[in-house]
């Protein structure tokens, strides 16, 4: 069993930055890899970003490359989303997903994810 606890979201700017946390409990995160996703009202929750079990692969959605860097600290239990250049169209509740068999472009999937935070709000004024 792997708890989820995303922080660090809130309101800001078009054209600013935010820096998302999400923190595992348990020993075993390195085991897992991590994905971030988001839920607009209304909308599907959709794929943002996601990382393997090293740190050393990274995938994105289209909407977000260039703009936002997802990262990992396996001593911390801990993966990041650095957000970057902000969008109004970036408001959305964004999760954060674990998923223990998920490799390469299945991370896109939210399907594969195992476990979920509660979510975290994000607002990009215009």
């Known amino acids: 069993q792997v708890q989820l606890v995303e922080s660090g979201g809130g309101l800001v700017q078009a054209g600013g930055s935010l820096r998302l946390s999400c923190a595992a409990s348990?020993?075993?995160?390195?085991?897992?890899?991590m994905g971030w996703f988001r839920q607009a009202p209304g909308k599907e929750r959709d794929f943002v970003a996601a990382?393997?079990?090293?740190?050393?692969?990274?995938y994105y959605a289209d909407s977000v490359k260039g703009r936002f860097t997802i990262s990992r600290d396996n001593t911390k239990n801990t993966v990041y989303l650095q957000m970057n250049a902000l969008k109004p169209e970036d408001t959305a509740v964004y999760c954060c997903?674990?998923?223990?068999?998920?490799?390469?472009?299945?991370?896109?999937?939210?399907?594969?994810?195992?476990?979920w935070g509660q979510g975290t709000q994000v607002t990009v004024s215009s």
């Open positions: 997903a674990a998923s223990l068999t998920a490799y390469g472009g299945n991370l896109y999937y939210t399907a594969r994810y195992d476990y």
């Open positions: 348990g020993r075993t995160f390195s085991s897992y890899a």
């Open positions: 990382i393997n079990r090293s740190g050393g692969s990274t």
